[in-house]
């Protein structure tokens, strides 16, 4: 587990959070890579799994990265370590719950009424009716902290705008969207997040 690795590492005096920080280095030289070929997609994510390789000047190599990852669990240490992570990343996500009741009957008034000359309801009217009234979060919205879990938000932040001096100004395409959106260009948790698994797999 990582939890050992790094109590391991610190035994050894070596400085768990600078080599932390040297990997998070890596995962945000690897997500400004493929920026721009990454679709924005407010209404899905993804999960990256990460394979690292530590050599022994505690230089980190990015060997590759998974999208998707498998989350089968076949050792005990993976439902420790899978079943974590699936609990943090709904909590985080905290997708909004949708009436299928009322979802079939929409269906069924939009077969019943086609070719006719009724107009539809309105998009907001049938979202409120499926969500019962709820709102859900806005991409770029903050996160309440304990919906984050072991999840930790490395962009936006100090040390993203660090190696990428010219999209934390803004600019061209990002300048552009960042415009439109109100808002600096950010790639959203957990699209651009690191999760630390030492405390649940300790």
Same mark, same amino acid.
């Given at each position: 587990?990582?939890?050992?690795?790094?109590? &391991? $590492? #610190? /035994?050894?005096?070596?400085?768990?959070?600078?080599?932390?920080?040297?990997?998070?280095?890596?995962?945000?030289?690897?997500?400004?890579?493929?920026?721009? #070929?990454?679709?924005?997609?407010?209404?899905?994510?993804?999960?990256?799994?990460?394979?690292?390789?530590?050599?022994?000047?505690?230089?980190?190599?990015?060997?590759?990265?998974?999208?998707?990852?498998?989350?089968?669990?076949?050792?005990?240490?993976?439902?420790?370590?899978?079943?974590? $992570? $699936?609990?943090?990343?709904?909590?985080?996500?905290?997708?909004?719950?949708?009436? &299928?009741?009322?979802? &079939?009957?929409?269906?069924?008034?939009?077969?019943?009424?086609?070719?006719?000359?009724?107009?539809?309801?309105?998009?907001?009217?049938?979202?409120?009716? $499926?969500?019962?009234?709820?709102?859900?979060?806005?991409?770029?919205?903050?996160?309440?902290? #304990? /919906?984050?879990?072991?999840?930790?938000?490395?962009?936006?932040?100090?040390?993203?705008?660090?190696?990428?001096?010219?999209?934390?100004?803004?600019?061209?395409?990002?300048?552009?969207? /960042?415009?439109?959106?109100?808002?600096?260009? &950010?790639?959203?948790?957990?699209?651009?997040?690191?999760?630390?698994?030492?405390?649940? /797999?300790?």
């Amino acid at each position: 587990a990582l939890s050992s690795l790094r109590a &391991r $590492l #610190a /035994s050894a005096g070596i400085d768990v959070g600078v080599l932390w920080s040297r990997i998070i280095d890596v995962v945000l030289r690897s997500l400004h890579a493929v920026h721009d #070929a990454i679709p924005a997609q407010p209404n899905a994510f993804e999960l990256y799994g990460y394979d690292v390789l530590v050599d022994d000047s505690l230089k980190p190599w990015l060997i590759e990265v998974n999208s998707s990852p498998s989350l089968a669990r076949d050792h005990p240490l993976d439902v420790t370590i899978k079943n974590a $992570l $699936l609990e943090d990343t709904l909590s985080l996500i905290a997708p909004p719950h949708v009436d &299928r009741a009322v979802w &079939r009957e929409m269906l069924r008034w939009r077969v019943a009424e086609r070719g006719t000359s009724r107009t539809p309801p309105s998009f907001a009217s049938e979202l409120c009716a $499926l969500l019962h009234g709820a709102t859900p979060r806005a991409p770029g919205a903050p996160v309440p902290k #304990a /919906s984050v879990g072991l999840y930790e938000r490395i962009a936006p932040s100090p040390q993203w705008d660090r190696l990428n001096p010219g999209r934390a100004r803004g600019g061209g395409r990002e300048a552009a969207a /960042s415009a439109v959106a109100g808002r600096q260009p &950010r790639f959203d948790v957990p699209a651009a997040a690191t999760r630390r698994l030492a405390a649940r /797999s300790s």
